[in-house]
């Protein structure tokens, strides 16, 4: 086995099946041999997904239900890590996010680039604005599904670059280095493992900061090499997430540097780490996302 996608969960299967279709070996590209599977994790929700919405994935997709109390996705991400099958495991902590065509092999070729690779992609929000503004002006999952359905998606999954903003997190685009959350990343589970997975100190909703720490502690790796991949990304639809859909004035920034205060002693900074590799195409929809001076 190639690589295990790790997709949490919580309540959001309206989401998680369209994640789950963009995963699919229906529309990614490039696979050839590549042989990969996706664990798909809802994390305590009280509306899981059913056998229905799994059956048309159910060749690669293993479906999990782990039965829990906590808002944090951490012990659903390490239970994944643990169960996983693959030499490399990819993670997505907000299973919202949508995946384009070519993420999976060109992540898979961004590994071979280093002996201890930790490969990156860049976010976006779904709609003419982040979400946390977007929202306030009336966008809303019925909006979504329209704006989805006038790209035809999934015909061509590159054309989600066409109905998105950048995340705030990703900016300034694809050349700004390892952006300080990644939505999607990918490495060996091995390295993963021997980290100790992310930690379950971060127990606030939706992990806190737990993804920026783990980015952190991966960038101190000794001989860890960051790869971006170029051209791909992941695409967060509307669903009430705990930071994506409140108004920024009510966002839980200051609850979560307080939990990363206590765990670290300061305040989150991103490192820089080593200077980063990237490897991948730039299609006609992404390009206008390479740099700010084309932003």
């Known amino acids: 086995m190639d690589l295990s996608i790790i997709v949490i969960l919580h309540n959001m299967r309206r989401e998680a099946v369209r994640t789950l279709r963009s995963l699919s070996r229906e529309l990614q590209q490039g696979l050839g041999g590549i042989k990969y599977q996706v664990i798909a994790i809802d994390n305590g929700s009280s509306q899981p997904l059913q056998p229905a919405d799994i059956d048309p994935f159910r060749d690669h997709v293993t479906h999990i239900f782990l039965e829990t109390d906590s808002v944090s996705p951490v012990g659903a991400i390490n239970l994944g890590a643990q169960i996983a099958k693959g030499e490399h495991v990819a993670v997505i902590v907000d299973g919202a996010r949508m995946a384009s065509p070519g993420l999976i092999s060109a992540s898979l070729l961004a590994t071979r680039l280093a002996t201890s690779p930790f490969v990156f992609a860049l976010s976006w929000h779904l709609g003419p604005k982040i979400q946390n503004i977007s929202m306030l002006e009336g966008y809303d999952q019925a909006i979504e599904d329209a704006l989805l359905e006038s790209i035809a ?14 995340a705030p997190s990703s900016e300034p685009g694809f050349l700004a280095g390892v952006p300080p959350e990644c939505s999607w990343f990918c490495m060996k589970r091995s390295t993963f493992l021997e980290m ?3 930690d379950p100190g971060f127990a606030s909703p939706g992990g806190g900061l737990v993804n920026h720490d783990f980015r952190n502690r991966v960038l101190e ?16 639809q509307f669903h009430g997430g705990v930071a994506t859909n409140v108004p920024l ?7 979560f540097d307080v939990e990363y205060r206590r765990l670290r002693g300061a305040n989150f900074s991103p490192i820089a780490g080593p200077t980063p590799l990237y490897v991948g195409r730039m299609g006609d929809q992404a390009r206008r996302f390479l ?3 084309q932003g």
Do not use: K
């Open 153 to 166: 998606w999934p015909d061509d999954g590159y054309r989600l670059f066409e109905i998105s903003t950048i």
């Open 249 to 255: 004035v009510e966002h839980p920034w200051e609850s």
């Open 196 to 198: 100790g997975g992310f």
């Open 221 to 236: 790796i000794p001989g860890i090499v960051p790869v971006g991949v170029l051209g791909e990304g992941v695409f967060h």
């Open 291 to 293: 740099a700010p001076s």
